[in-house]
Nanobody
């Protein structure tokens, strides 16, 4: 089992930026993904990155605004979020997938963090 801890959430005005971090410990893992869930909505995929960092995937809603990166030496994965919009308001979760390709479905990940709240005011 991989233990994941998110940090960096908070309140920001529209157009602002936040940087989320996911710290991982425990067994090895390959893919890290970020998902989010807004009140009353289903969880949705945001971005994901392969172990090497050579492969990434992003949801259309965040392309050009959100960037994922990882530091394997520190076992951390960061999500840089720029030009935030009120519709980005949600609890953000990082998730780990032990092996295989980058996938966009939550069922493809077997370890999850507790989440961090991101609130974007208009």
């Amino acid at each position: 089992q991989v233990q994941l801890v998110e940090s960096g959430g908070g309140l920001v005005q529209a157009g602002g930026s936040l940087r989320l971090s996911c710290a991982a410990s425990g067994r090895t893992f390959s893919i890290i993904g970020w998902f989010r869930q807004a009140p009353g909505k289903e969880r949705e995929f945001v971005v994901a990155i392969s172990r090497s960092g050579g492969t990434t995937a992003s949801a259309d809603a965040v392309k050009g605004r959100f960037t994922i990166s990882r530091n394997n030496a520190k076992n951390t994965v960061d999500l840089q979020m720029n030009n935030l919009k009120p519709e980005d308001t949600a609890v953000y979760y990082c998730a780990a997938r032990k092996w295989g390709p980058v996938v966009r479905t939550g069922s493809g990940y077997d370890s999850w963090g507790q989440g961090t709240q991101v609130t974007v005011s208009s």
